[in-house]
Structures are given as C-alpha cells and as structure tokens.
C-alpha cells in the first residue's frame, strides 16, 4: 500500500531526523569537542596506547577548560585498520578530528585528498625543530607539505630465546653472520627442542603490512649491497620488478615453511598469529626465533595480560644479517606512525592543539617508553632517562645506523599486497618461487599502471 501524503511528509520528517541524528556524530558535532581515533590492540589485555591517551586526554582539558576528547578507536588488525579508516575519512559526517597513520600508508591518504596539510601549524610550532629529518620526510607528500606529526619509529631484528637455544646446544650470545647461519639454527632447534616452533617468519595477505615489512623486506633489502632500494628505482621513479634477490628472499620463506622450521601454515596465515607469538609462544619458551620489532616488550608490561619481568633475562638480540654477510654486515627496517587531521575534520585547530598535547617533550618521553618506541625527538633521545629506560632500547636505537625505510609512494599499498600474495603462494605451496615472482611482476605492473623496471 503507497503512503499518503500526511504519511509521506512524517516518514520525510523522521529520516531527516535521524539524519541529523548521524550527522550530530560527526567530527563536527561540536566545536567544543575533537574525536579522535586509533588502532586499538585486538587483545583487551594490551592496552598501552589506550592508556597513554587517557593521560594526555586529562592533560588536555585541563588546559583547555571547556574542551573535551572523545577517542574513537578501532579494533582491528592492520589490514582491515587502513580500510575502515580510509571508510571513515571520506566524509564530513564520519570523519574524526585526528587520526592515527601508519608511515607506509599516509601518502596514498595525501593523494586520495584525506588529509589535510599541517604546515601552517607547523610553523607556529618551536617544538618542530626536535623531529629528525628522516621522521619529517616519512610524513611527507609529494608536494612537499608535510601531513602528519611522527611520534615515534621502530626497527627490527631476530628476538631468540635462550632457553630454547640451551636445549639445542646453541650459544646464547648468538649473532648469525648470514642466513644460513639462521637457517642452520633453526633446523638444530627442530631437531633437538621437539614441541617449539624453530623460527617464525610473517607471512601471507592475513598478517598484512607485517609480512611485507617485518618478515619480506627484512630479507630482500639484505640482498644487495645496501646501497640502492631494491622496491623503487628513485632516478627512474619506476618500480622495480623481481630480480635475484626478490627471489632469494622468496626463496627463504618457501624454505621455512617447506622444512617445517616455521608455525604451521594455518597458524602462520591466522590474521591474529602475532597475538599468540606475543603473548603466548614468547613468554611460554615455544618459539626459538622470532623476526619481529623493537615494541614487543610493551606487550610484556604490568597489566598488559601477558605480563613477563624477566623477558630480558630470557630473550636475546640479534641483527638481522645481509644474505651471505656482504656488507654492511646486518639489515632493519624502519616505519612508524604519525598523528594527521583530516581533511574533513570539523575542528582541525583544536585537534593541532591536542597534538602539541601529546608531543610536549615529557609526554613524548612517557610514550616512547611506554610502547618501547625509538624517539624521533632529539631532546628526548638525548635524555639518559629515556636511554636507559629498558633493556633492548640501546640495541634498537643503535640499528638506526643500517636501516631502510619503505618506498612510501601512493601505489605502496599495492605493492605492499603483491608481495603478500607472493609469500602466501610460497608458504601454501601452491606456487614455485618463480611462479611467485612472475605472478608478482604482472601484479605490480597493474597496480602502478606500467611503470616498472627490470633490475
């Protein structure tokens, strides 16, 4: 039955309603309050971010008399993280005053017209000129404005357990000088430590970004000689197709899975794997190697769920070595997160505010301990308090020196997935290395439109 025309207009009515209703949830709700949102642990028990912004959320509106935070954060892992963010950016009704970008992903952001410049801040901002180079450039567009405030990196190398390495009769000071040397002790734990996992390795399209950076890129930026990025040719600004060394690095994740010296596949393509690495296997002794980053021990602090004091007692260092121990000897990669406002964010000066908020000197310092982050600030990575906060912190912040840092050009996202697609074909079995490979250049072809070359 059609409505009537009274019917008509009160249905009309009650949709507009409900349409304010929404709207009123919007970054523009009021202009006394900023939303703001981040990546939320998938484990409740993790909850040092959650944390560290009720504190400056307290600092902030105590400030600011009458201004209020309201967080809106996301729970979910990284790869479904950028996509529902990116869901929220696109509109004035649901996007947040601030958010919180991964390095790797702001420049496709900038290029989708999300974010919003913040140089007119920035210049207005004495706090500024602590950041390093290399942190601004990350935040960087093509343009040359800068979208995002960076508020920390991270770097990345072999964590090994030396109960696990007693057992196998492997010396506790382990440095592996190239992967064989890996390899090899992953191959003795598997023969002498029945019941653990020998060397976990990211892999696969569900773990997202992570495979790519923490578990891919650590091999293949060690198979050349350091000097030149191995993903994107800068003087040609083509990307680069799969030469030896994609191959070999390929090649070294088949070898983990095909030898069973790496979790079982169904584990190591579960999207919530680095959950159970954390919490679980780590703490437990149930995992000999693990290729991961400098943060994991926020994840062992008091209250965290997972808590483990001893974990440095237990848990040994290593640098990750180049493919056959060429130089510069050893290889990390770097990343982090910037705080950015977006484009439609409905109190933009009021979300800067909330920024410099979080990036006082002592606020800084708090959180790169907190969340055993490197500090992109020179004042605070000049303060013994920060240097001496934690063990691990000298080891990662000394790995600076032979770091690398992602192509984080609009089309890396893209890539980012091909190369995912390639270790999951390798670690299934499904494909040969060279099939992956071939299979990667035709997907990087397509994603960049064309713009590749050989190498």
């Known amino acids: 039955m059609r409505p009537t025309a009274a019917l008509s207009a009160l249905l009309t009515a009650a949709l507009a309603a409900a349409t304010l209703t929404a709207c009123g949830n919007g970054s523009g709700s009021s202009p006394n309050t900023i939303k703001v949102s981040y990546k939320q642990s998938t484990d409740n028990s993790v909850k040092v971010m959650d944390t560290y912004l009720a504190g400056i959320k307290k600092d902030f509106e105590k400030k600011y008399p009458g201004k209020k935070v309201e967080f809106v954060p996301i729970k979910a892992p990284d790869a479904d993280y950028y996509t ?3 869901q929220m950016l696109r509109s004035p009704r649901t996007a947040p005053d601030l958010v919180y970008e991964d390095t790797f992903l702001i420049n496709s952001d900038i290029t989708s017209g999300y974010l919003k ?11 500024w000129s602590q950041f390093i180079d290399t ?4 935040a960087k567009g093509q343009d040359g404005k800068t979208y995002g405030v960076p508020d920390g990196t991270d770097t990345r190398g072999l964590w090994f357990d030396k109960r696990v390495f007693r057992k196998a009769g492997l010396p506790e000071n382990w440095q592996p000088k190239n992967w064989a040397d890996v390899l090899a002790a992953a191959r003795t734990i ?9 060397i976990n390795v990211y892999t696969g399209k569900p773990a997202g970004e992570r495979s790519t950076m923490q578990g891919f890129e650590m091999l293949l930026y060690g198979t050349g000689d350091g000097t030149s990025d191995p993903l994107y040719d800068s003087t040609t600004k083509k ?3 799969a030469g030896q060394g994609f191959r070999d690095s390929l090649r070294f994740v088949e070898t983990v899975y095909k030898e069973k010296l790496g979790p079982d596949v169904s584990d190591a393509l579960d999207p919530n794997y680095a959950t159970t690495v954390n919490g679980e296997l780590l703490p437990q002794g149930k995992l000999g190697i693990d290729l991961d980053g400098s943060w994991l021990p926020q994840e062992w602090l008091p209250g965290s769920g997972h808590e483990w004091p001893d974990w440095s007692k237990q848990l040994g260092l290593a640098a990750m070595p180049t ?6 000897g ?4 770097s990343g982090g997160w910037t705080w950015a406002i977006p484009a439609k964010a409905g109190n933009p000066d009021l979300a800067f505010d909330f920024v410099k908020t979080l990036q006082t000197e002592a606020n800084a310092r708090k959180w790169y301990i907190a969340n055993s982050g490197i500090s992109v600030r020179k004042d605070v990575a000049a303060d013994p308090a920060y240097a001496t906060a934690q063990p691990g912190i000298k080891f990662f912040t000394d790995l600076v020196s032979s770091t690398h840092y992602r192509p984080a050009y609009p089309a890396y996202p893209k890539v980012s997935t091909a190369i995912q697609e390639a270790m999951e074909s390798v670690t299934t079995g499904d494909q040969s290395v060279e099939k992956a490979a071939s299979g990667y250049d035709d997907t990087l072809k397509d994603v960049t439109g064309g713009q590749v070359v050989g190498k």
């Open 117 to 127: 410049p913040l140089d007119p801040y920035l210049a207005k901002w004495p706090d």
């Open 323 to 328: 493919e056959a121990g060429q130089a510069p």
């Open 330 to 333: 050893k290889v990390s990669m």
């Open 84 to 86: 529902k963010l990116q």
């Open 239 to 241: 990307w680069i197709t």
């Open 190 to 198: 598997k023969q002498k430590v029945p019941g653990v996992t020998p």
């Open 135 to 138: 942190a601004k450039a990350a």
